[in-house]
Structure formats: structure tokens, C-alpha cells
């Protein structure tokens, strides 16, 4: 036992040297909404959403923009021998609004990613705030699992000098103070790795604890999950990208008559004639639709509008099998908590009673430990549903979360 304990408590010494508060040092106390807002505000993941929004929205930008014009001078031997012209390209009004408002529908659509985005960093946040507060209880159970097994070693002790105990019932008990003493270890290493986490997923620093959990895990105080309202932001977002690409397909369907220009401008330089001032010209120029009809870009633009709509169908999918799974999983969350805290109020009786009894010598050992165990398992048990129904309940609502579609 000794040997094992050894590699153990090298790392959880080590884990205390490096995750230990530098001197001086004060942990901040965070809440979960304090957690939440952290990682909507400092979250890495968030960067890249943000890029695609700003990158929509130049792509807006440029839609709306005009094409320049173009000036040309020129000479020639023959008469007239200077001439100077500009063309202008004619921008189509229904070309211009199909492309204005594909670009619209496409910075909508990562908008509504965006927004999913924040969600998903605030679940993340709350996730890692649930876990971290049930390594904390976890770790306080632990430590009070330690404490009972070492009053039983005590106990067996005692009760073996005075000749009412085997030295069998103390190497159980010490086996079992060890055991409780590896597991406290392993806890303690679980706490700070889940602080870590949080830390991570409000975008601090990860090289030192900084913060220190200021809620505590209760049972929820909601008794349902909300009814979903509206369209998610999942799908929403795949509707506003297939409507992005219906509207590109029809801009491209729009385009097989490119642009017309239209040039005006003068010509001059005739000495030897009888036209010596400014010869104005003016002229229009069509393209003429003959060969390829821009059937590439139709091609493409139709593709995408296939997978748009593939993509939307998953979304769909995926998304109403996920609302169900989250769904079922915080009621049955509910209803174990419900058994649960029967559970714990009977266990804690019968291993107070045990071991009582024990000390009493009117029970053996090995129904101590029985009963000590199965109490371990079940507050143990009730710790992991108590975080399961939160996340639960979060994972509902950041699926069924919407906002509102004229936000970039």
C-alpha cells in the first residue's frame, strides 16, 4: 500500500505546487452569471465568429458599391488625332438588388451563428462552473469519508487492545483509511484540473488558480425545461445561408447579360479640316451573351443551393434529436434527484446506526464497511445527478435559444 501511495502523492504534491495561488495572491470570488459573462467576453472560440460576422459585413459593403469608372486618352496619325473617352458600366438594378440582398441574407446568417456561438461559450461556462462545484462537493466528501474511516481505524483499535477485536478488523480498517486517503488525493487533483477548465472557459489564464467558486450546487429550482419558442439559432442560421444561396443562384441567372458600358467622350486635332474644335462621342456598349452565358457560375450557384438545403435538413434533424435527448435527460435528472435524496437520508442513517453499533460491539465490521460504502456511492450518486440535471437543462437552452433576426 505504501508503494502506491508513493506516485500519488508525488502528484498530487506537485499539483499543489503548481496550481497553488502565487504569494500574495488573493482568488477572486466568481459566480456562475460572473462565469457566463467572462467567456462571452474573453472565450478564443468567439474570435472566429466574430471574424466571419465582420467579413459578412464587408461583404454587404461591397455589394452596395458602385463600379468606377474608366478614362482613356489615345492618339493617332489619322485625323481626328486625339481622343479621350470614359466609360461608365451600367450596374443593373435587379443584379444590384439580388447581390445587395444575398449579402444581407449571408451576414444574417452568421449573425445567428454568432449569437450561437455566445450561447455555446456561456454553456461551456456553465458546464465547467457544474462541474467544478461537483468536484468541490466531491472533494468535501471525500475529506469526510477520511475522516470517518479514520475514527474507525481509531475505533478498531481501541476495541482490539481491549481484547473485543481481531487484528484482522484493524488491517481492514487501516486498509480502508488508505483507500479513503488515495481517493481524497484523487479529488483534490479533479477539484483544481476543474478549476483549470473553468478558468479556460472564461478565457483566463490556466498556468495558476485565480478564482475561487462562489455558488454552491443546489438541486435546480426550475421543475420543467421551457417549451421551445420559435426557431433555434442553429436553424435559423442554415435558413438564412440557403436563402443567401437561393438569392446568388438567381444573381448568377441574372448575370448571363453582363454589365452594358456606356462611354461618352471627344475627339480633336484636325488641322488640315474643317472640324477644329471638340468632336463629342457617346456610345454603348452590350455584351453579347453567345458562348458560355456565364454557365459556370449558374452551375456552382445551383450546387450551393443544394447543399443549403441538405445542410438544413440535418440542422433540422440534428437539432430536434439533440432537444429530445436533452430533454429526457434532465427529467430522468429529476426523478433520480427525487430517489436520490431518499436514498442518501436512508444510507446516512444505517451507517450512522452502523457504526455505532460497532463501536458498541453489537455489529461487526464488515457490516460497517458495507453500509459505509453503499453511503459513499450514493451521495457520490447524488452529486453526479445534481450536475447532470444543470447541464441538462442548460444544454435545453442554449438549443432552443433564438434572437432577434435584424441583429448582425
Known amino acids: 500500500m505504501t508503494i502506491r501511495l508513493r506516485p500519488l502523492a508525488a502528484l498530487v504534491i506537485y499539483a499543489l505546487a503548481t496550481a497553488s495561488p502565487a504569494a500574495g495572491q488573493t482568488l477572486r470570488s466568481v459566480t456562475r452569471e460572473a462565469a457566463r459573462r467572462s467567456a ?13 460576422t465582420l467579413a459578412a459585413s464587408a461583404a454587404v459593403l461591397a455589394s452596395r458599391l458602385y463600379l468606377d469608372p474608366t478614362a482613356s486618352l489615345g492618339y493617332s496619325r489619322s485625323t481626328p488625332r486625339y481622343h479621350a473617352e470614359i466609360s461608365l458600366p451600367i450596374d443593373l438594378p435587379w443584379i444590384r438588388n439580388a447581390r445587395t440582398a444575398a449579402a ?9 451563428r454568432l449569437e450561437f456561438a455566445r450561447a455555446a461559450a456561456r454553456l461551456a461556462a456553465d458546464t465547467a462552473y457544474t462541474a467544478a462545484l461537483a468536484a468541490r462537493e466531491l472533494l468535501a466528501l471525500g475529506r469526510r469519508n ?3 474511516a479514520d475514527s474507525l481505524l481509531h475505533i478498531a483499535t481501541i476495541r482490539r487492545d481491549a481484547g473485543d477485536a481481531s487484528d484482522l478488523d484493524v488491517e481492514l480498517a487501516r486498509i480502508l483509511s488508505l483507500q479513503q486517503a488515495n481517493d481524497h488525493a484523487v479529488d483534490s487533483l479533479r477539484a483544481e484540473v476543474s478549476i483549470f477548465t473553468l478558468q479556460a472557459a472564461m478565457g483566463l489564464a490556466v498556468d495558476t488558480i485565480t478564482i475561487v467558486l462562489a455558488d454552491s450546487l ?3 429550482s426550475f421543475d420543467s425545461v421551457p417549451s421551445p419558442m420559435g426557431v433555434s439559432l442553429q436553424v435559423a442560421a442554415a435558413q438564412a445561408d440557403l436563402r443567401s444561396a437561393e438569392l446568388a443562384a438567381r444573381l448568377q441567372q441574372s448575370s448571363r447579360l453582363l454589365e452594358p458600358v456606356l462611354t461618352a467622350g471627344f475627339e480633336t486635332g484636325d488641322p488640315g479640316g474643317s472640324e477644329n474644335g471638340l468632336l463629342p462621342t457617346i456610345g454603348l ?8 452565358r456565364n454557365r459556370g457560375s449558374v452551375a456552382l450557384a445551383e450546387a450551393e443551393v443544394q447543399r443549403a438545403h441538405s445542410t438544413l435538413a440535418a440542422v433540422q434533424v440534428e437539432t430536434g434529436a439533440e432537444l429530445g435527448r436533452a430533454r429526457r435527460a434532465y427529467d430522468v435528472a429529476l426523478a433520480q434527484l427525487d430517489r436520490d435524496e431518499v436514498l442518501v437520508t436512508a444510507a446516512e442513517r444505517v451507517s450512522t446506526m452502523s457504526f455505532i453499533a460497532y463501536r458498541e460491539g453489537a455489529a461487526t465490521l464488515a457490516s460497517v464497511l458495507e453500509a459505509q ?9 447524488y452529486v453526479a445527478d445534481l450536475a447532470g440535471a444543470w447541464i441538462a437543462h442548460d444544454t435545453f437552452l442554449l ?3 433564438t434572437v432577434d433576426p435584424s441583429v448582425p
Do not use: F, H, K
Open 40 to 52: 462571452v467576453e474573453r472565450a478564443p472560440r468567439l474570435l472566429i465568429a466574430r471574424s466571419d
Open 218 to 220: 443546489n438541486r435546480p
Open 399 to 401: 438549443l432552443t435559444a
Open 285 to 292: 456598349s452590350i455584351p453579347l451573351p453567345l458562348l458560355n
Open 104 to 112: 444581407q441574407s449571408g451576414r444574417l446568417g452568421s449573425g445567428l
Open 373 to 381: 460504502r453503499t453511503a459513499r456511492d450514493i451521495r457520490a450518486q
Open 146 to 148: 477520511l475522516s470517518d
